[in-house]
């Protein structure tokens, strides 16, 4: 048996989150719970009406088209789809087929051991189905998802591997959440995935086999797996796949056969005669704003702080903790004037003890309390020694809580290194406790260790116990 290579493709159906439809000024909320609440005769495929494309869904998929380096088509067509199905009233889909919105995009899958570009073919617009809802003996349909915009992202078939299709998709649902496009939550049904696999021996393609309606990307990654070892069991036993469309079942994990592979002919695709074609002049691409891309964002902080790509990786996994990262740098820098310890010490509470509280109490950390200034000045105090790393630790996790801001910790728990705050204590101890001072003259060296005792109980263990023996001492040799 020749070495067969998987070859795998993926199509991705992403919701934007826009205001309204696609083509309709409706609500776009396709998790709206009361059914048929979003509509309007252009949602419901009513005879007469005529679709007027949403300005802001077009400026998002630009903005997508832009981050994947793709080339963006001054002109594109809207198509109809067609084909019969109850969630498509009009009984085609409007969509983009030939000259779509954009073309020719790349992402660079980056790990430890893999460096690799994955291609773009095309990224266009389209509209979403309504949801039919299964019954015994009947069905309904919901129309508030009818009509919401949704782009389509067709790479070229260069995964070769499930994990590989993993990243790809990670990298892609993390790009989309920095572009704050849509929130890609495929729990939601926000974001879909399609693989197309096929083995072949290098350089050759093989038949190929799509599995649709693939509803997370840990489902994705099962459904590929799944897929190259059936494949490669028929092609060992010399049959032949035929080409299909195939489903995934969630809980057997196995794909399983739906139908024939429809061509695109069988779509009998035109250009929508009632949808002019969509200019993209420079005016409208230049609203679609680029923000700085994860990988570009995870590339600077390599270079600028000097980190391990490893731990880069983590930091730049969501927006917030990026910038939490950028802001309590600074503002730790800016109080040690010292890199190395800033960089040392926010990289070892942010990943071991920040991120570890926040996975175990199941929350973001946005939405908790504790600010990155506050982050900083905790991480300070430590440094300048006048609490433990324990305090940290209980500080960081109360603050996460809710329970208590950072600053009412360290104003309890730091540690008293104030000469004349020790003194003035001392003093007032010493007047208290006449006996033991007199003990001590006497020789009854276990009375020194009593008063240190009570200076500890009256400072709840903050006096420092160094400076705080020195004073003690110094003032009972007054004494005698
Ligand atoms: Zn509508
Ligand atoms: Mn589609």
């Not at 396709?30 to 509509?39: A, R, S």
């Not at 067509?77 to 969630?87: G, I, M, T, V």
């Not at 902080?301 to 950028?326: D, G, T």
Request: proline residues 4%.
């Amino acid at each position: 048996m020749k070495n067969l290579i998987p070859k795998i493709g993926l199509e991705i159906h992403l919701e934007l989150a826009t205001q309204a439809k696609l083509f309709c000024s409706c609500k776009n909320d396709p998790d709206e719970p009361e059914p048929n609440k979003n509509i309007c005769p252009v949602c419901t495929g009513q005879p007469g009406v005529l679709p007027v494309l949403n300005e802001s869904a077009v400026i998002k998929a630009l903005s997508l088209a832009k981050a994947l380096k793709m080339k963006i088509n001054q002109k594109s067509l809207f198509a109809r789809k067609h084909y019969f199905y109850p969630d498509l009233p009009k009984n085609y889909q409007i969509s983009q087929y030939e000259l779509p919105l954009a073309t020719d995009g790349e992402v660079i899958l980056v790990r430890e051991n893999l460096r690799k570009k994955i291609r773009i073919r095309r990224l266009h617009l389209e509209e979403d189905t309504a949801k039919n809802i299964h019954f015994q003996n009947y069905s309904l349909i919901d129309f508030n998802r009818s009509g919401v915009p949704l782009v389509e992202i067709v790479t070229e078939p260069d995964l070769n591997s499930p994990e590989e299709a993993e990243i790809f998709a990670e990298e892609l649902v993390l790009l989309i959440r920095y572009l704050k496009i849509s929130q890609a939550d495929a729990e939601k049904g926000q974001i879909r995935f399609e693989a197309n696999i096929s083995l072949a021996e290098e350089d050759k393609l093989g038949v190929k086999v799509e599995v649709k309606n693939i509803g997370s990307i840990q489902s994705l990654k099962d459904a590929i797996a799944y897929e190259i070892e059936r494949q490669k069991a028929v092609l060992e036993k010399g049959g032949v796949i035929s080409q299909e469309t195939r489903g995934f079942d969630e809980i057997k994990r196995i794909t399983f056969s739906q139908r024939e592979k429809e061509e695109a002919e069988d779509y009998r695709y035109f250009p929508d005669p009632d949808l002019p074609p969509l200019l993209v002049n420079e005016e409208l691409e230049n609203r679609a704003i680029l923000t700085e891309t994860p990988w570009d964002k995870k590339l600077r902080f390599e270079k600028e702080y000097k980190i391990e790509p490893k731990l880069s990786q983590i930091l730049i996994r969501n927006q917030f903790l990026a910038h939490f990262f950028e802001e309590a740098f600074s503002e730790l820098y800016r109080l040690t004037d010292d890199f190395e310890e800033t960089k040392r010490l926010i990289l070892n509470y942010m990943l071991n003890d920040l991120i570890g509280l926040l996975e175990k109490l199941k929350i973001e950390l946005r939405e908790t309390l504790l600010t990155p200034h506050e982050f900083a000045h905790l991480l300070f105090v430590f440094y300048q020694n006048k609490i433990s790393s324990k305090i940290v630790k209980e500080a960081l996790e109360l603050s996460l809580k809710g329970e208590k801001r950072v600053e009412v910790i360290i104003q309890e728990k730091e540690k008293i290194s104030d000469a004349e705050i020790l003194n003035n204590l001392i003093e007032e101890i010493l007047r208290e406790n006449e006996k033991s001072v007199v003990d001590y003259k006497n020789g009854k060296k276990e009375a020194f260790e009593y008063l240190i005792g009570l200076i500890m109980k009256k400072t709840q263990g903050r006096a420092d116990p160094q400076l705080t023996r020195e004073i003690l001492k110094d003032k009972l040799e007054q004494e005698i």
